[in-house]
């Protein structure tokens, strides 16, 4: 009997469970939404998409093949066709709270690659993290992507926290690759994430307009506007939500006042040197094996060695 497309396993968080986040998000002072919800639409970050490309043969020589090669937040599942070829894992598994996307992106990365078994995981990988039971147990190493800069959406605590749950899901001897944004002039950083075309600006209010479909909320996004910048103390990009006039909004029921210019405060994005990154990760239980770096040097991909 020949095995289906993919394995999909659906442990996708319920709607109560992101109305009663979004609530208790909502309740605080200053309000503060977190960012994995932004991401039911995603996009490709070009240096990383050069670094990947340029480096896929030397990933591959030092990772091996005949892995389980695994992918928290994996909603898109593009990045990972570049390496897919050269690692020739034993299985993919892509992991994200997205279910639609990511059973839709899975089941394309089956069909590009006949090969490959895909076990996608519908989950919220911040929570839990952990392997579907039909995964087999790979001939190599067993292999985390965890590309995008997502790292930098947790504080510097939480990093390590989830960068230690990783260390323990591939175990010692496991790789993590991973990509981190690094610091830059305070000007390129606000410029890129307050763009001209305004396609940040989407990104974020689109949080209100998936709290509008999901969530029966009523926020009127004319009434909203983007503010981005670079807190270069913290080595951070702040990411807001503000409400240009006073208003009432109303989300799953519930009332809530918001003064003008009073913001919702949607997401950090934390940025590191090289060296401080691999400090970082070496508090979770990771090696350095290598780094590398666009043609610009504004981002880097690490490969790191666990236990």
Known sequence: MSRPAIEFHDLH????????????????????????????AYYLTRAEVEVLAANAGEIARRVGTGSLLVEPGGGSCSKVRIL?????????????????????????VAAEFPWLEVHASCADF????TLPETAPEPQGPR?????????????????????????????PGGFLLIGADRKKDKAVLDAAYDDAAGVT???????????????????????????????????????????????????????FEFAAGETIHTENSYKYGIEEFQSL????GFAPEAVWTDSRGLFAVHLLRAG
């Open 201 to 255: 600006a989407a990104f974020n209010l689109n949080l209100l307009e998936r709290m509008n479909r999901e969530l029966g909320a009523d926020f009127d996004l004319a009434a909203w506007r983007h503010r981005a910048f670079y807190d270069e103390a913290r080595g951070r990009i702040e990411m807001h939500l503000v409400s240009v006039p006073a208003q009432t909004v109303h989300v799953a029921g519930e009332a």
């Open 281 to 284: 990760a070496g508090r979770a």
């Open 126 to 129: 911040t929570r839990a993290m």
């Open 143 to 171: 292999v985390a992507f965890f590309p995008g800069s997502s790292i930098g959406n947790f504080d510097p605590e939480g990093a390590v926290g989830f960068l230690a749950a990783v260390a323990t899901l591939v175990g």
């Open 84 to 108: 897919l070829e050269g690692l020739r894992p034993c299985a993919y598994v892509p992991m994200d709270i997205s279910r639609e996307h990511l059973r839709a992106a899975a089941e394309q």
């Open 13 to 40: 968080p319920t709607p109560a469970d992101f109305a009663g986040e979004v609530l208790a998000a909502l309740r605080r002072r200053p309000r503060y939404i977190p960012p994995k919800f932004f991401y039911d």
